[in-house]
């Protein structure tokens, strides 16, 4: 039997799908012939039946031993509910007028089900008083059960009828406007998708020209600074030139002549000096430029090989010894001892030591700046400290960004591309590693690198 053909049964016509399915979970199908007995009366009550198909007669014993009649149901009709008030003995028999078809729930497996489910077992309720109040069997039935009048059984199942039909208005009222709010909530759920998806397609489009936009400011990087190298690396060859040339023949003539005082010998001789370190500095932007266009393009060469971290703080430090004897800064160096290798490129490694080295002096005037390396089980911390001018709180998240540069906006800004953490912070995470920043405005920073340590049985290539 399914869900269709029990909702033909008017007892069970306005159960829901889940409902049905729940009553057909608990029902047993049964089949009685002609004159067969299916309840005797004195036998405890305890199952309740439906017709599917034939009809039955209802009949009690006389206390002359004479058979009473009572009534004959036929399909869609139901006996037996009395055991939903009681376990009591019946107080009639029920036997088949012709072959029939039940279905049939036990009083224990019933009240279970419709316990969880209160609303089908208000329907199944509302049909059955319905009957009853209409029945002068089963008026008699309460009378005989609970010793009422039958005025005050009918007004008991009017009682119970009324209470159930508020219930089931109640629910019906509460189900549509449920329903309601549902439709109400799909279709704001509609509207929201819609936005969602034509906000998603507005931020795609815009992440796309972002990355036309980013591509084609890499790509005219790139070219600029492939096009001004070699021009700048010839006035560089050449002024090396001539300031030598200078100073060995044309400067003895100027001073025999008496053409130039000292001062004045002084003067060009800073000239040079300036356009040297502008040649220098314009060479370094132009490096950082190629760089960070190989790495976005993915087109920079890794030579990745176990290593010694020791070693390259070291050839970092060397390399960044004259400036530190420039500005009388103390470089404070504490390696861990035995530090355990890493895998990487050495000298992109140094490159990142010596631009956070380059960054401590810079913003250094006077005091100390240290260079510490520790290790974990699982990493090399390398730490540069300074104590220099610190980053406002707010700038600690942009220095990495291209092309930023923090400064003292009180006094003179200063030199550099704004390149040299973005490379940085690229080369570490090529590494998987990462680096972050802690500082504290006029006490100094700390740049702290984390990279993993090398594990003999990995090897990352480029």
Not at 54 to 74: A, M, Q, T
Not at 245 to 253: A, N
Not at 358 to 368: I, L
Not at 398 to 423: A, H, R, V, W
């Amino acid at each position: 039997m399914d869900k269709k053909q029990l909702r033909e049964i008017e007892l069970f016509s306005e159960f829901e799908d889940f409902e049905l399915d729940e009553t057909l979970s608990i029902a047993k199908f049964v089949k009685y012939k002609k004159n067969e007995v299916i309840i005797r009366e004195g036998d405890i009550g305890d199952k309740i039946f439906v017709i599917l198909s034939g009809s039955v007669r209802i009949y009690r014993n006389g206390d002359n031993g004479e058979e009473i009649f009572i009534k004959n149901l036929s399909d869609g009709n139901f006996f037996g509910e009395m055991c939903l008030f009681n376990r009591k003995t019946r107080s009639a028999s029920v036997s088949a007028l012709a072959d029939s078809e039940f279905i049939w729930f036990d009083n224990t497996d019933f009240k279970a089900k419709f316990k969880d489910n209160p609303n089908a077992g208000l329907y199944f309720l509302r049909e059955i008083f319905n009957r009853m109040k209409d029945d002068s069997y089963y008026i008699e039935s309460i009378q005989h059960e609970f010793g009422r009048t039958n005025n005050t059984g009918r007004g008991i199942l009017d009682y119970m009828l009324d209470a159930i039909n508020t219930g089931l208005d109640a629910k019906k009222e509460y189900t549509l406007r449920l329903s309601e709010v549902n439709k109400q909530l799909e279709d704001f759920n509609i509207m929201l998708e819609r936005l969602v998806e034509v906000r998603t397609m507005d931020l795609r489009e815009s992440n796309r020209k972002l990355r036309a936009m980013d591509k084609i400011k890499t790509d005219l990087l790139s070219n600029v600074s492939h096009e001004l190298r070699t021009p700048l690396t010839s006035i560089y060859g050449f002024i090396k030139i001539i300031r030598k040339s200078f100073k060995k023949f044309t400067l003895p003539l100027l001073l025999n002549n008496g053409i130039l005082n000292k001062k004045s010998i002084l003067n060009i001789e800073s000239y040079f000096d300036i356009i040297v370190a502008e040649c220098k500095r314009l060479t370094s932007l132009i490096d950082n430029m190629l760089d960070i266009s190989k790495i976005e393009s993915g087109n920079i060469e890794w030579n990745m090989s176990p290593l010694s971290i020791d070693d390259v703080i070291r050839q970092a430090v060397a390399s960044m010894d004259s400036l530190f004897k420039e500005k009388e800064l103390n470089l404070i160096i504490e390696i861990e001892k035995e530090l355990p290798e890493i895998i990487g490129d050495r000298d992109r490694l140094i490159q990142v030591i010596i631009n956070l080295l380059s960054n401590a002096v810079k913003f250094t005037n006077s005091g100390s700046v240290k260079c510490k390396a520790v290790y974990n089980t699982k990493s090399v911390i390398i730490s540069i400290i300074d104590e220099g001018i610190g980053i406002e709180p707010g700038n600690t998240k942009i220095i990495f960004e291209k092309f930023m540069q923090i400064g003292d906006s009180l006094n003179e800004k200063p030199k550099g591309s704004g390149l040299g953490l973005t490379i940085s912070k690229e080369i570490v995470e090529f590494h998987g590693g990462n680096i972050n920043v802690r500082s504290e405005l006029g006490k100094g920073s700390d740049f702290t690198i984390t990279l993993p340590l090398y594990m003999k049985d990995e090897k990352k290539t480029a």
